[in-house]
């Protein structure tokens, strides 16, 4: 089960780690810096637990390719998804996209930013890769606006009202927020916006109970 990880710096692992350029070498950086790394360990983990072996076809077949580069937005990732999801090879069943935060900070509208995500997934379904989407990830109290807080909300409601009438799965990143909903200050690199490796392994969490514990419980039923 393959499953391609398009996004921006929260894709890619910043700052601590760097995904490689050519899709073949390891990258560079600290390899648990990325949030695939936690969410494949998670699955692997749960697996485990539910066959009770540690070998099984699924757990060995599972891979996760990290497809983030930073400072990337939604016209990036629509320029780039031919070459870097639907033309892999081998080809991926799954792709997990996470996009939006780089477009809201530099004042694109939502219409258009919302327009592009849409497409995303569309392009991404069409060529028979069963998207997952996640809303615009949470950042520090410290790290924010009131202004940059309020148009994240109001973009988020589109996003999870779209995801749910297009039956797309997605992460909220609830385990990620505090009580006001923003980013825990243990999750956040420094500047309030980039993920440590703390919030990394926070962030594969959070898309394995919300989307990949489901997906492995209908993969493991059915081969039952």
């Keep these: 089960m393959i499953i391609c990880c398009f996004g921006n710096s929260l894709t890619a ?4 780690y760097n995904p490689p350029i050519d899709g073949v070498s390891r990258g560079y950086g600290n390899f648990h810096s990325q949030y695939e790394y936690w969410l494949k360990h998670y699955c692997i983990e749960y697996i485990e637990e539910k066959t009770g072996t540690h070998a099984t076809e699924l757990a060995k077949n ?3 390719i990290n497809k983030g580069i930073p400072g990337d937005t939604s016209k990036g990732l629509l320029h780039r998804i031919e070459r870097d999801m639907v033309n892999l090879e081998p080809k991926p069943r799954y792709s997990i996209i996470i996009i939006g935060t780089n477009d809201l900070g530099w004042g694109l509208s939502n ?3 919302f327009w592009n ?11 028979g890769v069963y998207s997952i989407g996640g809303l615009i990830p949470p950042v520090t109290k410290r790290g924010s606006t009131p202004h940059w807080t309020l148009i994240r ?29 923003y980013l825990k200050q243990d999750y956040t690199s420094g500047d309030g916006v980039h993920f440590s490796v703390a919030g990394y392994e926070r962030m594969g969490y959070s898309l394995f109970q919300d989307v990949l514990k489901r997906m492995l419980d209908e993969r493991i039923l059915g081969d039952k």
Excluded at 13 to 16: D, S
Excluded at 117 to 127: A, P, V, Y
């Design 13 to 16: 692992g910043y700052p601590g």
């Design 117 to 127: 995500i849409k497409k995303l997934h569309q392009i991404s379904r069409e060529n």
């Design 153 to 181: 909300s109001d973009f988020n409601d589109k996003l999870v009202t779209f995801f749910t009438e297009m039956d797309i799965p997605f992460t909220t990143y609830n385990y990620m927020v505090d009580e006001e909903g």
């Design 62 to 64: 599972l891979i996760f």
């Design 111 to 113: 219409d258009k930013i």
